[in-house]
């Protein structure tokens, strides 16, 4: 790259970072590289010739043309499955219910709606506990779909309707953890649909992964509006249940807030949070919503990662204290989650601890879940030879080896 296209790349990096508010130490921790390296690109005296950088800063500044002017293919469309066998009869599903279900219903359909309920609540049995969770809650995901898709087309009773919405909610949660976005978020949308039709807190739940969906899959400013308009209509005198999806809700617009950069706003909801999450039980909660004094100490890391303070993140970590009884997807998720900023720090040892933490507590969350394999990826580039057993260790567990 000719030293003048340099330039241009780093005014371009410098002059949007700028218009967003955001300092060169807070980009540079974003990506996982030192502030004195951001200096230097932006002046044009370094290129920038690593993808997964660049690509890393397009995200965060929303450049869409940054990877055009480094001569780079641009990012298009939804990242593949690692796992698409596996996931195969889950879309399969999905689909089906989209379209078949406004012209006719197999006998099969019929079977697995008689049997909803009970599927319901052994699907959940498996995804909240640790050994095999993903395949053996992904053997019964098709079956829920359809059954919840002939139950959403038979009826309109709130009672019956509950199940189908668990259904969807569950099947939700599993597709996001294995990268399966879209998916997830047609899922969601379904669920959503179906709970505007029952009164009680089934809706604000669902609107609680929907947000989710948007913020995973980077639409942050629809996240946090979305979540804040469902905590603000949501009652809280309905039921706890309710009041606690509300605290949910505004903890995960807390969790978009900061990925705007909106730094206040993100510690007046996170505060808002804190005080309703006070004296809540560390027990799992209906329709896999989640929120308690945990979940507030999680979300409070996730904030800190999102406005690129990586110290501190990994500071408010050191004082979570998570249950040993604690459901396996959440513990696991919040090791998976300083794993991977950890291995965007460059502190190797530190990621693996944690993957390690991960693969004890369930081992194919290390397999299955789309950000553990995202931070293997970076240690196997880096080959670092004080971790090598370690992570060949991990690396077996994800099928990578």
Same mark, same amino acid.
């Given at each position: 790259? &000719?030293?003048?296209?340099? #330039?241009?790349?780093?005014?371009? !990096?410098?002059?949007? /970072?700028?218009? /967003?508010g955001m300092s060169r130490k807070?980009?540079?921790? *974003?990506?996982?590289?030192?502030?004195?390296?951001?200096?230097?690109i932006e002046n044009g005296h370094r290129r920038l010739d690593s993808i997964e950088c660049a690509v890393r800063i397009a995200e965060v500044l929303h450049l869409g043309d940054l990877m055009t002017l480094l001569g780079l293919p641009a990012r298009t469309g939804a990242k593949p499955s690692v796992h698409t066998a596996l996931v195969a009869p889950v879309r399969e599903a999905v689909m089906d219910c989209v379209a078949v279900n406004a012209f006719t219903q197999p006998d099969t359909w019929s079977e697995a709606a008689a049997t909803l309920e009970a599927d319901v609540a052994e699907a959940g049995r498996r995804w909240l506990g640790r050994a095999g969770r993903y395949g053996s809650t992904l053997q019964l995901l098709p079956? *829920?779909?359809?059954?919840?898709?002939?139950?959403l087309h038979a009826t309109t009773d709130p009672v019956a309707l509950q199940p189908a919405i668990a259904a969807c909610l569950l099947a939700r949660t599993v597709l996001s953890r294995m990268g399966e976005e879209q998916l997830a978020w047609l899922t969601a949308d379904r669920a959503l649909s179906a709970a505007a039709r029952v009164t009680g807190p089934a809706l604000p739940a669902a609107a609680w992964h929907?947000?989710?969906?948007?913020?995973?899959?980077?639409?942050?400013?629809?996240?946090?509006?979305f979540a804040l308009g469902a905590a603000e209509s949501a009652t809280a005198g309905d039921s706890p249940e309710t009041g606690n999806h509300r605290g949910a809700l505004r903890l995960l617009a807390a969790e978009a807030?900061?990925?705007?950069?909106?730094?206040?706003? &993100?510690?007046?909801? *996170?505060?808002? &949070?804190? +005080? &309703?999450?006070?004296?809540?039980? +560390?027990? @799992?909660? @209906?329709?896999l919503v989640p929120f308690n004094m945990t979940e507030?100490?999680?979300?409070?890391?996730?904030?800190?990662?999102?406005?690129?303070?990586?110290?501190?993140? !990994? #500071?408010l970590a050191s004082e979570v204290d998570v249950p040993d009884a604690y459901p396996a997807d959440r513990q696991a998720r919040h090791y998976i989650s300083l794993a991977h900023l950890h291995a965007r720090r460059n502190e190797d040892a530190a990621a693996v601890f944690a993957l390690g933490k991960v693969a004890t507590l369930s081992p194919? +969350?290390?397999?299955?879940?789309?950000?553990?394999?995202?931070? *293997?990826?970076?240690?196997?580039?880096?080959?670092n030879l004080t971790v090598r057993r370690e992570l060949a260790h991990l690396t077996r567990l994800a099928g990578m080896t």
């Open positions: 790259m &000719a030293e003048g296209t340099n #330039r241009d790349v780093g005014d371009r !990096i410098a002059g949007a /970072r700028r218009q /967003r807070t980009l540079a921790d *974003l990506v996982g590289r030192s502030e004195e390296w951001l200096r230097q079956r *829920l779909l359809r059954g919840a898709a002939a139950r929907v947000s989710s969906c948007y913020l995973e899959q980077g639409h942050h400013m629809e996240a946090y509006r807030a900061a990925a705007l950069l909106e730094v206040d706003r &993100a510690g007046e909801l *996170l505060s808002v &949070a804190r +005080d &309703a999450a006070t004296g809540l039980a +560390d027990q @799992p909660q @209906p329709h507030v100490g999680m979300a409070a890391v996730q904030i800190a990662i999102h406005l690129g303070h990586g110290a501190e993140a !990994i #500071r194919e +969350d290390v397999r299955y879940d789309s950000l553990s394999r995202e931070a *293997l990826h970076r240690l196997q580039r880096r080959n």
